[in-house]
């Protein structure tokens, strides 16, 4: 199974996961419901790190490492939280489709800071991406 197989289940697992914290964060602060989410993502990759034995891999993590995944954590905090926020102010229809505007975000931010090749398909599949969020928000 190569990347483009775990990157499409993503996508559907994505998917459920807007429709299902739609539904979760109705009737609950949205950073509540963050907070609950969050609690059992950590349980489950622990779960996953422990039952494959990776977890004794965690002393051999250099200090940039270590520093790169704390961001990354923080940044997918920040994201959650504005994520749930915007789910339980507006339909989930609309609010995952700007969500995915982080498509284009990291081919720029790719190509800037990690030296990507953002090529003429790439540049094109990502205007569209750009163009059918804005449509979908606005339409």
């Not at 609690?39 to 790190?49: N, S």
């Not at 990354?72 to 102010?89: D, K, M, N, P």
Request: charged content about 10%; aromatic content about 8%.
């Amino acid at each position: 199974m190569n990347w483009i197989f775990w990157a499409l289940l993503s996508a559907l697992f994505a998917a459920a996961t807007a429709l299902l914290a739609k539904v979760g964060v109705a009737h609950v602060d949205s950073n509540l419901a963050m907070a609950i989410r969050t609690t059992v993502v950590v349980v489950f990759a622990w779960g996953i790190a422990l039952a494959l034995g990776k977890h004794g891999e965690i002393r051999d993590l250099d200090r940039r490492t270590i520093l790169f995944l704390t961001l990354s954590g923080l940044a997918t905090g920040l994201s959650w939280i504005c994520y749930f926020r915007a789910l339980q102010l507006g339909p989930a229809s609309r609010v995952a489709p700007l969500d995915k505007l982080s498509v284009p975000l990291v081919m720029i931010f790719a190509w800037l800071l990690l030296g990507e090749k953002l090529t003429g398909p790439a540049i094109l599949g990502g205007a569209l991406i750009t163009a059918g969020a804005v449509v979908m928000v606005l339409g």
